[in-house]
């Protein structure tokens, strides 16, 4: 089997949108976390619960659910695929 006919696969890493959204919710956790634990708010608003220290926690949770599937299911990008769609759509544009 020659070099050029294995295929060229990789994977979208940072790129992904999981792990975008898993890394935005877990930064939003950390700082409505930090907020419930270190602000002294009245909690009489919420009915006696810390709404930002809740909030914080299920942001954190969303957030370590989504990077934990993008790691261990990651989309794979497979270069001679994309080579083989963008022959095809020159030929399309350039009757």
Request: no cysteine; hydrophobic share 40%.
């Amino acid at each position: 089997m020659s070099k050029n006919s294995t295929p060229r696969r990789h994977t979208a890493g940072v790129f992904d949108i999981r792990t975008m959204i898993g890394l935005l919710m877990g930064l939003y956790g950390l700082l409505l976390t930090g907020m419930g634990l270190f602000s002294h708010v009245p909690l009489d608003k919420t009915g006696g619960i810390n709404a930002n220290l809740w909030a914080g926690i299920a942001l954190l949770g969303v957030g370590a659910v989504f990077l934990t599937w993008a790691r261990l299911r990651p989309v794979v990008v497979d270069e001679s695929r994309l080579e083989q769609d963008r022959r095809e759509e020159q030929r399309q544009d350039h009757p």
